[in-house]
């Protein structure tokens, strides 16, 4: 093109050139949240498994936060890669109370399968109100834009995308979660496995 017409070339100017290099740096960001929120976890759990479980639920909420981008004839654009962001954090806390709490069982002697159950059992309902309090939170952003107004292509694009990875997530965490973890943690040790041979070490001596 520049060989061509040296004078007359296309490129990035203005907003289009700010939008566009914001992208590109959201990108990174994405990654280097993921990352963070995985080490962070690891350390929690001592353990790379169990994190690397709850992070499996992450395509599916931003599965989900794209399909709801396209039903609502929306665009991806800065505000609904920003949600994307957010839903990292939203969308893991399921996977953390069913991880979570099925480690505190496995500390009674049960196995894991028993340990697994029970904490969905136990779970699923604190896991179903903080998700529709969040699918509620969203709500008045999709509904508030039948119409034009001020900010409203920012205001459907984050309340679309949160709204359905959310709905995606919570559906398929109930089932991708347990089944997971029955799979990736069935050979690791209890939580407090080291504390159980310090003792023993200790009660021989």
């Known amino acids: 093109m520049s060989e061509v017409a040296p004078e007359n070339q296309i490129t990035w100017k203005g907003k289009s050139e700010e939008i566009k290099e914001t992208s590109n740096e959201l990108f990174i960001i994405f ?5 963070t929120a995985y080490l962070v976890m690891a350390a929690t759990f001592n353990s790379f498994i169990h994190p690397f479980i709850i992070v499996l639920t992450v395509p ?5 936060g794209l399909v709801f981008i396209l039903f609502l004839n929306t665009s991806i654009n800065i505000f609904s890669q920003i949600a994307l962001i957010i839903l990292i954090g939203i969308s893991t806390k399921n996977s953390i109370l069913i991880v979570d709490f099925a480690n505190q069982i496995r500390t009674t002697g049960k196995n894991i399968e028993t340990a697994v159950k029970e904490a969905c059992s136990v779970r699923f309902r604190p896991i179903i109100m903080t998700s529709l309090s969040t699918m509620i939170a969203m709500f ?3 509904v508030g834009n039948i119409g034009p107004g001020a900010g409203e292509a920012s205001r459907l694009a ?3 995308t949160i709204f359905g990875g959310m709905i995606i997530s919570t559906f398929f965490t109930l089932y991708v979660t347990p089944s997971m973890y029955l799979a ?3 050979n690791t040790k209890r939580i ?3 504390d159980i041979e310090l003792d023993k070490q200790l009660s021989k001596k």
């Open 184 to 186: 990736l943690a069935k």
């Open 192 to 194: 407090d496995a080291i």
């Open 60 to 64: 599916l909420a931003i599965f989900g």
């Open 31 to 35: 990654g280097l949240a993921l990352l």
């Open 158 to 160: 984050v309340g679309a």
């Open 140 to 142: 008045p952003l999709i």
